[in-house]
């Protein structure tokens, strides 16, 4: 894709790791900031919380300005916060998010038009009964070109539809895809162009490098390709693990290329590190409900210990080392998030954890990971 294109548009346009991190912070001051060295490689992106967008951490907002180019809503785009029900839309915390990428001249992700999840089960429903066909389409397409035409002069891109495959059995099972069966993927993509024709539009899911999962989206991708529906992007959402093999870098290179081949530019979504226990077992549930194993699920509640924060930096920087390589191919990598105090890990599987999964930590610092992706831009 040509690269002007994942500008705002209408916008002017426009260490060493061995050392002790109160010296790199100090260093760092002096340093620009991150998307600037990597602005010859890829955008480099960060999502936005709510909190941050309603005020209520108000330091937030200029590290990000420094620190990125790119930006997505973590959750005030989805359709339960922007159009809670049928009559009402909620467009104040968007217009702030896009005001604030305005006035830095960044790139804007739209995240996202289409999911299974924080959409409202009303949606599905017409006097007491499941929606017909037709009706849940007129939902469809109003919510899509409404939203896509108010901020058509300022977002570039789009999440149109977020995970509707699943890695065992193919579509996922949602309401939109009982009512809808798998057209609602094609018509989600046809309506957000006739929205916005210059768009850049996105298919993004999470866990691609699972072969059977990545062979699936791209036989159904190739299949609206066919009828000529145009995607112009993958998005592999990256929430990764500690362990270098979850996935692994061979695993995710063969992915970027495998959707490169087809035809996609390939988008890093939403990038974080988890560096607890894998705790999907107990999902939804609360850490202090969890007596026995809340220790084990939660080691680090009283910080970071160096020798973790060192491997964290290292797996960050394979990463980088891997989408540096593949720069042609990936227009943008966006982190899922700024600071750690601030990120769903801290409640996703399980509530009330301490996760440490970004570049700054709970007090909006740069990381030894952070240094480590400075200083790979740098020297490479
Ligand atoms: C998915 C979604 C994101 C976010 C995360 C964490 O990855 O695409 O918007 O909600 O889950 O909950």
Request: charged share 25%.
């Given at each position: 894709m040509d690269r002007r294109q994942l500008i705002y548009r209408g916008a002017c346009a426009g260490a060493s790791l061995s050392l002790p991190l109160a010296r790199l912070r100090a260093e760092a001051i002096k340093k620009t900031g991150l998307a600037e060295v990597y602005k010859d490689y890829f955008k480099l992106g960060t999502a936005i919380s709510t909190k941050t967008l309603s005020g209520?951490?108000?330091?937030m907002l200029p590290l990000i300005a420094r620190e990125f180019n790119a930006i997505t809503a973590e959750n005030a785009m989805k359709w339960s916060s922007i159009?809670?029900?049928?009559?009402?839309?909620?467009w104040g915390l968007c217009d702030k998010f896009v005001n604030f990428g305005r006035v830095n001249s960044m790139l804007m992700v739209g995240h996202?038009?289409?999911?299974?999840?924080?959409?409202?089960?009303?949606?599905?429903?017409?006097r007491g009964k499941l929606i017909s066909p037709k009706k849940l389409y007129k939902r469809l397409g109003n919510h899509i070109s409404t939203v896509v035409d108010r901020y058509k002069a300022y977002?570039?891109?789009?999440?149109?539809?977020?995970?509707?495959?699943?890695?065992?059995?193919?579509?996922?099972?949602?309401s939109w895809y009982d009512v809808l069966g798998p057209n609602f993927l094609s018509k989600s993509f046809e309506i957000a162009r006739e929205a916005d024709p210059t768009a850049h539009l996105i298919y993004n899911d999470f866990k691609l490098e699972n072969k059977k999962k990545q062979v699936f989206a791209i036989q159904q991708i190739k299949r609206l390709q066919k009828k000529g529906?145009?995607?112009?992007g993958i998005g592999?959402?990256?929430?990764?693990?500690?362990?270098?093999?979850?996935?692994s870098i061979e695993q995710l290179e063969e992915t970027i290329i495998n959707f490169y081949n087809e035809g996609l530019q390939v988008h890093i979504t939403e990038l974080d590190v988890d560096?607890?226990?894998?705790?999907w077992t107990y999902r939804d549930q609360h850490i202090n409900d969890l007596s026995e194993k809340a220790d084990k699920l939660n080691p680090y509640k009283d910080g970071l210990p160096k020798k973790v924060g060192i491997l964290l930096a290292e797996r960050y920087e394979e990463l980088f080392r891997l989408f540096i390589k593949h720069r042609d191919k990936i227009p943008r990598v966006s982190l899922w998030?700024?600071?750690?105090?601030?990120?769903w890990k801290n409640y996703?599987?399980?509530?009330g954890r301490t996760n440490y999964?970004?570049?700054?930590?709970?007090?909006?610092q740069p990381k030894r990971a952070y240094f480590a992706l400075h200083k790979l831009a740098t020297d490479s």
């Amino acid at each position: 894709m040509d690269r002007r294109q994942l500008i705002y548009r209408g916008a002017c346009a426009g260490a060493s790791l061995s050392l002790p991190l109160a010296r790199l912070r100090a260093e760092a001051i002096k340093k620009t900031g991150l998307a600037e060295v990597y602005k010859d490689y890829f955008k480099l992106g960060t999502a936005i919380s709510t909190k941050t967008l309603s005020g209520e951490n108000p330091s937030m907002l200029p590290l990000i300005a420094r620190e990125f180019n790119a930006i997505t809503a973590e959750n005030a785009m989805k359709w339960s916060s922007i159009h809670p029900s049928h009559d009402r839309w909620n467009w104040g915390l968007c217009d702030k998010f896009v005001n604030f990428g305005r006035v830095n001249s960044m790139l804007m992700v739209g995240h996202t038009l289409v999911w299974h999840k924080q959409t409202p089960s009303s949606l599905f429903i017409d006097r007491g009964k499941l929606i017909s066909p037709k009706k849940l389409y007129k939902r469809l397409g109003n919510h899509i070109s409404t939203v896509v035409d108010r901020y058509k002069a300022y977002i570039a891109v789009w999440d149109v539809v977020n995970e509707a495959f699943d890695e065992k059995v193919g579509w996922r099972k949602s309401s939109w895809y009982d009512v809808l069966g798998p057209n609602f993927l094609s018509k989600s993509f046809e309506i957000a162009r006739e929205a916005d024709p210059t768009a850049h539009l996105i298919y993004n899911d999470f866990k691609l490098e699972n072969k059977k999962k990545q062979v699936f989206a791209i036989q159904q991708i190739k299949r609206l390709q066919k009828k000529g529906v145009r995607v112009d992007g993958i998005g592999l959402q990256c929430h990764v693990e500690l362990d270098s093999g979850k996935p692994s870098i061979e695993q995710l290179e063969e992915t970027i290329i495998n959707f490169y081949n087809e035809g996609l530019q390939v988008h890093i979504t939403e990038l974080d590190v988890d560096v607890l226990p894998n705790a999907w077992t107990y999902r939804d549930q609360h850490i202090n409900d969890l007596s026995e194993k809340a220790d084990k699920l939660n080691p680090y509640k009283d910080g970071l210990p160096k020798k973790v924060g060192i491997l964290l930096a290292e797996r960050y920087e394979e990463l980088f080392r891997l989408f540096i390589k593949h720069r042609d191919k990936i227009p943008r990598v966006s982190l899922w998030g700024t600071s750690d105090d601030e990120t769903w890990k801290n409640y996703r599987p399980v509530v009330g954890r301490t996760n440490y999964p970004l570049l700054f930590n709970s007090k909006q610092q740069p990381k030894r990971a952070y240094f480590a992706l400075h200083k790979l831009a740098t020297d490479s």
